[in-house]
């Protein structure tokens, strides 16, 4: 959540790009969605390392998508 209320008023950031090297929570993902933010997975991660550009990989964005291919069942 503080990403999120800095990344814009405090940055500037036209897209929010939060990059981490795990996989993101059902809830962590619909917050993404709800506020804008772009996730970028583990799984992502290793295509934008193998060469595909960020913008590419914005648009594969799993905050939006509100899944990852990789990604298995949230267990509460």
């Excluded at 940055?11 to 619909?30: I, L, N, Y």
């Excluded at 997975?41 to 939006?64: A, C, H, K, P, Q």
Aim: aromatic share 8%; glycine share 10%.
């Amino acid at each position: 959540m503080t990403f999120n209320g800095t990344a814009r008023a405090e940055h500037g950031a036209d897209v929010p790009v939060f990059v981490a090297s795990c996989v993101f929570t059902h809830p962590a993902r619909d917050f993404a969605a709800r506020h804008g933010l772009c996730l970028i997975d583990v799984d992502l991660l290793g295509f934008w390392n193998s060469g595909t550009t960020l913008s590419s990989l914005v648009e594969l964005d799993i905050g939006r998508s509100g899944t990852n291919r990789k990604l298995s069942p949230d267990h509460d």
